[in-house]
């Protein structure tokens, strides 16, 4: 395939992706964004095999190792939960930078085969890339698997936080930049490979004293980072739709981070660094006080909902654990032939990933145009007779408006408190994934649901 035809046809894949980003920024128009960057990657992949011309022997291992990884990722995708998607995002973002650091390694070592030079010998400019994309690549394969950790639960999802932290996160960035630098004069293999190694280091050092609560938004952060670290090895490579496509996918998750801190009254910048809302939890909830709460049944719940105007739904994760989405719609159109007002409240970090409570409420057909994001819908609460609160828990705690000791202290709550009643379904009064107990359980108006959050479901929707 000739040079030029191969350079549009990266465009035309570069214009997809485009349009398969735009398409994912809303539920309407996700599918045609999916299919649109299926179709993009479908074209840079034929594109890239035919423009490598001369086929060698070796070339059947490529084809044979991309039907069993292809084969292995399609199986993973069909049979992970929806609960489970955050961890596999994070899977997944490890390995691209895991590919990343390993091009990088194949590009030092051989730099000939890819009309770089010779090894000592290597150009400059391609030196410095390649160094930079074996540092993004093992800070996010480092880093995303902690976060894999943390979500599966095999590590605790509390903030690890030790003396002089942030200080030695500090002075192993500067150590990269400086081996980066001596790497460049010196072309020394012993350089290299402390600089993956230290890369790797600081990676584990970033994720591990970010809490729970804030695990969405170091997903969107180490997607960033697996897309810079591909537009890195990109232009190792010398390919241009792999720039373009890690520049999109940097670019659209640091944008996304930027958002998500916005919308948590986070800093952007102690999201990059790490540790931001990082306390010390535990003498808290040992020492809280057991409080008195009101529980109640299906029955109690259908009676408060038959006597409302207007209901507000406030899903979670517990709902996504339950897979209750499906009984929750069906009792939403219960309530809805009974002439009962009701919509949707979505909190930017409800679940564990961003988008996590859209993509659940769309898969059960939920109309888009009752379901809100929390400034539009959070004054609303005041005015609404119910609401009905399925498995989300940090996202309605209101000491993030009253306790600055508190880790998720100012990060923009939904309102749920100033509803004339609240339905809390939830198995127990455990704490939510920030690790700290929800005063919202104990208020005058809260009625606790102790139960599986579908079954509830269920036998609220048969009371009404």
């Avoid at 993956?196 to 004293?209: E, R, T």
């Avoid at 994001?373 to 993030?400: K, M, Q, R, S, Y």
């Amino acid at each position: 395939m000739s040079a030029n035809l191969s350079a549009i046809l990266y465009l035309v894949s570069g214009v997809l992706f485009i349009l398969a980003l735009r398409g994912l920024s809303s539920p309407e128009t996700s599918r045609q964004g999916n299919l649109f960057g299926i179709i993009g990657m479908v074209i840079a992949v034929v594109v890239t095999f035919l423009s490598v011309g001369n086929f060698s022997s070796g070339f059947i291992y490529v084809l044979i190792f991309l039907a069993v990884g292809g084969s292995i990722g399609a199986f993973i995708a069909y049979r992970i939960p929806m609960t489970a998607m955050p961890e596999l995002v994070a899977g997944f973002h490890s390995l691209v930078g895991l590919a990343a650091v390993f091009v990088a390694i194949s590009a030092f070592m051989n730099p000939a085969a890819f009309n770089l030079g010779t090894p000592g010998n290597i150009k400059l400019a391609s030196l410095i890339e390649m160094a930079i994309g074996a540092a993004v690549g093992a800070i996010t394969f480092s880093g995303s698997v902690i976060a894999f950790l943390k979500l599966q639960g095999i590590m605790s999802g509390a903030p690890i936080t030790f003396k002089g932290q942030h200080l030695l996160n500090a002075l192993l960035l500067i150590l990269i930049v400086i081996l980066t630098i001596y790497l460049c004069s010196t072309q020394s293999s012993n350089l290299f490979w402390t600089l993956i190694a230290v890369s790797f280091l600081i990676g584990f050092l970033i994720i591990i004293p970010i809490g729970g609560a804030d695990m969405p938004v170091v997903i969107s952060m180490l997607n960033s980072y697996s897309g810079w670290a591909a537009a890195g090895i990109g232009f190792t490579l010398e390919n241009t739709a792999l720039i373009i496509t890690g520049a999109l996918v940097g670019s659209s998750g640091a944008i996304l981070s930027y958002i998500m801190c916005k919308g948590m009254n986070r800093s952007f910048f102690n999201v990059i660094l790490g540790g931001f809302g990082a306390t010390d939890q535990t003498s808290e909830n040992q020492n809280k006080e057991q409080r008195p709460v009101k529980s109640g049944n299906a029955d109690d719940a259908a009676f408060l909902m038959k006597n409302a105007s207007s209901v507000i739904i406030v899903p979670g994760y517990g709902m996504a654990v339950a897979q209750a989405q499906h009984a929750l719609r069906e009792m939403v159109d219960t309530l809805k032939k009974n002439d009962i007002k009701v919509s949707y409240a979505i909190h930017p970090v409800a679940g564990r990933m961003p988008g996590h409570m859209n993509v659940l409420l769309a898969e059960a057909n939920v109309p888009y145009d009752e379901v809100f994001e929390l400034e539009e819908i959070n004054n609303d609460f005041a005015n609404a007779d119910v609401a009905f609160v399925i498995g989300a828990n940090d996202v309605t705690n209101p000491v993030a408006k009253t306790d600055p000791q508190s880790p998720i202290y100012g990060m923009p709550v939904l309102d749920v408190e100033k509803c004339k009643s609240v339905l809390f379904v939830k198995r127990s009064l455990s704490p939510g994934y920030a690790g700290i107990d929800n005063d919202l359980f104990y208020k005058e108006n809260t009625l606790m649901l102790f139960a599986d959050a579908k079954k509830m479901t269920e036998d609220i929707t048969k009371n009404l």
